[in-house]
């Protein structure tokens, strides 16, 4: 079984910055990708930002040049600093992380952690 463990969420004022961390229990080098999803209040879960073992990033439009995606392979580890941050980032932030067995993909999600834009 794999956990992802999240942490880094909190409150913000518009314009600052958070940096999440996401804590794989296993070799981040396993998973095809590792990347962040948030889910807004009311609305459906959206990807944010991917990472694949290759090194291809992947951002929504809304977060490009403010939100930054990178790996420690070293520390299984992946995180997201998230820079001029504004209230329509407001949402529970999902690390992801993909297997793929050769046949299907297998997502694992961790538990989620609140980012909270407001003045």
């Known amino acids: 079984q794999v956990q992802l463990v999240e942490s880094g969420g909190g409150l913000v004022q518009p314009g600052g910055s958070l940096r999440l961390s996401c804590a794989a229990s296993?070799?981040?080098?396993?998973?095809?990708?590792m990347g962040w999803y948030r889910r807004a209040p009311g609305k459906e879960r959206e990807l944010v930002a991917t990472?694949?073992?290759?090194?291809?990033?992947n951002y929504a439009d809304s977060v490009k040049g403010r939100f930054t995606i990178s790996r420690d392979n070293a520390k299984n580890t992946v995180c997201l600093q998230m820079n001029s941050l504004k209230p329509e980032d407001t949402a529970v932030y999902y690390c992801?992380?993909?297997?793929?067995?050769?046949?299907?993909?297998?997502?694992?999600w961790g538990q989620g952690t609140q980012v909270t834009v407001s003045s």
């Open positions: 992801n992380a993909v297997y793929w067995n050769g046949a299907s993909y297998f997502p694992y």
């Open positions: 296993r070799s981040i080098n396993e998973f095809n990708s």
């Open positions: 990472s694949t073992n290759g090194g291809t990033t």
